[in-house]
């Protein structure tokens, strides 16, 4: 039996308590089981814990920051279990969410479907003031409604833009409806960089951190990768970004803005899908390895 499968059932596999207990830690993981608006593939209602599964096979030592980031504390929380309903998932996890941030952690969901976002940015945005979003993702998402529903994964931007009016910037964009064009002139919050634009490039990053406020709430959809990374999605779009891209800009967004929470979402769990859920972890571990860089001691007291 190898040296992981020993380790807790937590993000990263850490087994000390002083860095993964509630009370030691600076970042709470809230897994979330959901897929009850899915339109395509399956799979991602088991995809939190499988991303959870796999981090417990990642070195924890980051190279890039010279950082072990767990020893900011990493606590993961109790599975949040899906509801019967749509509008009763979204009430009861914005509920949920803003009991986290009274704690005064930094919050990190991972899912499940994108619908999942919308409740956990609502109570982000009740907590903090001059809020944006960096979306991260395949799809606008800005459909009133899908499905009969207006908290489809087709609709989480529309619920944080059109209804919340939180201003966003969306990159990595390659799939759209006409309904969600037409709805683009008219002076919605948002600004896309579309990945036609901007794949194999990072001279647009500057542009998009510029574009956000003061406070962001990062989510990251994981089809905003291309399928040859992530090919385990709902719904895999040709044409996305790639590692290094997405980490440049995580990595430039975190050292100019504030980052107050963030999501991944939309990983499906199907039969070998160990591998895109090892990179789903380790974006997660990176991303907060960003986040909390001045917050970290170094290893070997220099950046690489």
């Given at each position: ?92 996890l914005f509920e949920r969410s803003k009991e986290i941030l009274k704690v005064e952690k930094f919050l990190c969901m991972l899912g499940g479907e994108h619908s999942l976002s919308a409740p956990v940015i609502r109570a982000h945005a009740e907590k903090f003031h001059n809020l944006s979003i960096l979306q991260i993702d395949a799809h606008a998402d800005l459909r009133d409604e899908y499905d009969g529903t207006l908290h489809s ?152």
């Open positions: 039996m190898s040296y992981s499968a020993n380790l807790p059932i937590n993000f990263g596999g850490i087994d000390e308590a002083e860095y993964s207990s509630f009370e030691a830690a600076r970042v709470l993981v809230l897994p979330v089981s959901y897929e009850g608006t899915v339109s395509y593939g399956a799979g991602t209602g088991a995809g939190a814990m499988a991303i959870i599964n796999a981090s417990r096979n990642m070195e924890l030592y980051d190279e890039e920051t010279d950082a072990e980031v767990y020893k900011i504390g990493i606590h993961t929380l109790e599975e949040f279990a899906p509801r019967h309903t749509p509008e009763a998932m979204m009430d009861g994964h087709a609709s989480i931007m529309a619920r944080v833009v059109k209804d919340l009016r939180i201003p966003s910037v969306q990159v990595g964009i390659r799939s759209i409806s006409a309904e969600e064009a037409r709805s683009l002139d008219s002076g919605l919050p948002t600004k896309i960089f579309w990945a036609k634009d901007i794949v194999g490039r990072t001279d647009w990053i500057d542009e998009a951190i510029n574009s956000l406020t003061e406070n962001v709430y990062l989510t990251i959809d994981i089809d905003g990768l291309d399928p040859s990374l992530v090919s385990t999605t709902g719904t895999p779009e040709p044409g996305g970004l790639g590692w290094y891209e997405v980490l440049t800009l995580i990595r430039k967004l975190a050292e100019k803005r504030r980052v107050v929470g963030m999501d991944l979402v939309e990983f499906s769990k199907t039969e070998n899908s160990d591998a895109p859920a090892f990179l789903c972890a380790k974006l997660v571990y990176k991303s907060l390895a960003y986040i909390f860089q001045n917050d970290t001691p170094k290893v070997r007291g220099k950046l690489n």
